[in-house]
Nanobody, 115 residues
Framework: VLLVESGGGLVQPGGSLRLSCAAH????????MSWHRQVPGKERELVAR????????DYADFVLGRFSISRDNRENMVYLQMNNLKSEDTAVYSC?????????WGQGTQVIVSS
């Protein structure tokens, strides 16, 4: 099982990034998928999650209206479009397989929002 995130980097406040997560080695379409983030010294927090079919989506309040999660079950990919980024969005973003319980995790990709 492997989850590989990409797309992180340095962006100015107000900018956008699109994170990608490539899934390998498990039945991707059978899992809800989620994005999480963590800042050193703080607990990891759920950012967004999407159901197996994509019909159900849930966002943390702090990203509502700015972030959008999507998935492609043909390509075993999940995405996080992040718009209007703020300095407080700086974190390591990781994808995980699961909706309420998270069975597999990626290593994460760093997002830095700074001018």
């Amino acid at each position: 099982v492997l989850l590989v995130e990409s797309g992180g980097g340095l962006v100015q406040p107000g900018g956008s990034l699109r994170l990608s997560c490539a899934a390998h080695g498990f039945a991707f379409s059978g899992y809800g998928m989620s994005w999480h983030r963590q800042v050193p010294g703080k607990e990891r927090e759920l950012v967004a999650r999407i159901s197996r079919s994509g019909s159900e989506i849930d966002y943390a309040d702090f990203v509502l209206g700015r972030f959008s999660i999507s998935r492609d079950n043909r390509e075993n990919m999940v995405y996080l479009q992040m718009n209007n980024l703020k300095s407080e969005d700086t974190a390591v973003y990781s994808c995980a397989a699961g909706w309420g319980r998270f069975d597999y995790w990626g290593q994460g990709t760093q997002v830095i929002v700074s001018s």
